[in-house]
């Protein structure tokens, strides 16, 4: 008969050796999923999607290859839009209950012109250094899309069937005019203007300040994007007998009128609960701050000190901003004509109509026309969804220890203005930990931490999951 104390010592080894085999086994398929995440990555970067003689169709066509390898029929993968020029991936998980409005996934394919004189290494090579990955579009916004096709691909190889269709939306002209991406998705893919909401990679981060609080940053709402002409007139004439009404100083005093008009506070939910979240994280004078607009203040010392900082400013109002300016035909001739561009960020449900007459007022020189640019598209904020956002706090707390989500309001727009305008609530959430201060997006040397991005695709694998098995969604 074995003795007393052997046979615990054997079921101790036994115990000890299975864990072992597990925590290699983990870590073997963590190694795994890297290095094929890796590869797709690489095969984004690695193809030149700018509008400036690059391919975004060839990502796309990529795309559907790969996930058509997985196991998805090819009539659940379809690259479509309205020219070959600028094609998008429309890829569907299939769900339990076809009758289920769809959940999208958003990234997009495209990114904006690089320079090779300009950046360290060719921009369209991956390469990695130091624990980054450098290349245009590491972080804006081939990380986020090659995050949703390397879990597309794990979901389809472990035989996921979520309780609904999760619908992969890669679109090809995010970075200019949406007009062949998600504006012409939304009016012709009834999956994508009628999903339940969308989760979209391109907006939303996570930070840590210096304290050591991690925020989890989640897009909620856009501001709607509106620019203005400011046109000043004048018959002109010879520059030697110069006239008291000239075309750029009346255009420069309007814009000097401009620069001083601050437009009123304003707030929706999502900018309550932002200011409120976001003194959690900070201490003394600024938490102060930050709990007075969370209470909805509109004016006050608080608000003052809340506007003189840019980033947290942006948030309280609408914004108008000189960005262009042209004026004068000859330098021995007197100006005809000046004009410059200003834009605005408007805050949403403000009238842009109204921004035009308030634009109109501070002008005060009818000689100064005032018009739009083009349309602007309205982008209502989105809820804070009771199926979403508990999902969303309780997994961000298991990544990043103790951190705070924060639904946030954008300043930039991204491809969920259209679907927002359209009915359909989006919500960014990158999952990608940065430092705002390091953020290269559309830069020089545009990187993304090597740690960060894997981890975020583990953070949108358990997500996706999360949300869509019947036992584990939340109601």
Known sequence: MPSLIVMPFRRALISAVALLVSFVASKAGAQNEDAAHREIFRELVEINTSPDGGDVSRAARLVAG??????????????????????????????????????????????????????????????????WFYGRGAIDNKAGASVLVADMVRWKRERFTPDRDVVLVLTCDEETSAQAGMQWLVANVPAVSSAEYALNTDAGEVTRSKSGHTAFNMQAAEKVYASFTLEATNPGGHSSIPRPD?????????????????????????????????????????????????????????????????????????????????????????????????????????????????LVAVVADS??????????????????????????????????????????????????LYLRNAGVPVYGVSGILMDPADDRSHGLDERVPVKSLFESREFWYQLVKRLTTPSTSAT
């Open 367 to 416: 000689t100064i026309r005032v018009n739009p640019v083009a349309p602007a598209t309205p982008s209502p904020p989105s809820p804070l969804r009771k199926d979403l956002m508990p999902v969303l706090e309780q997994l961000a707390r298991e990544f990043w220890a103790q951190a705070v989500v924060i639904p946030g309001m954008s300043a930039g727009a991204t491809d969920g």
């Open 246 to 358: 000239n075309a750029i100083y009346a255009l420069a005093a309007a814009l000097g009128r401009l620069s001083k008009h601050v437009f009123p506070v304003q707030y929706h939910d999502v900018t309550h609960t932002f200011f409120a979240r976001s003194a959690q994280l900070e201490g003394g004078e600024l938490a102060q701050d930050l709990r007075a607009a969370g209470r909805g203040e509109t004016s006050g010392p608080a608000i003052e000190r809340l506007s003189r900082i840019p980033h947290l400013g942006a948030g309280l109002r609408t914004t108008c901003v000189a960005t262009m300016l042209t004026g004068g035909h000859a330098e021995n001739a007197l100006p005809q004509s000046a004009t410059a561009t200003v834009n605005c960020r408007v805050f949403p449900g403000v009238d842009v109509a109204e921004v035009q007459r308030t």
């Open 66 to 131: 790969r996930l058509i390898a997985a196991g998805y029929p090819e009539t659940d993968v379809r690259v479509i839009g309205p020219h070959d020029q600028c094609l998008n991936v429309v890829a569907t998980l299939r769900g339990q209950n076809a009758s289920s409005k769809p959940i999208l996934l958003l990234a997009h394919l495209d990114v904006v012109p690089a320079k090779r004189s300009d950046w360290t290494h060719d921009p369209y090579v991956l390469r990695e250094t130091d624990g």
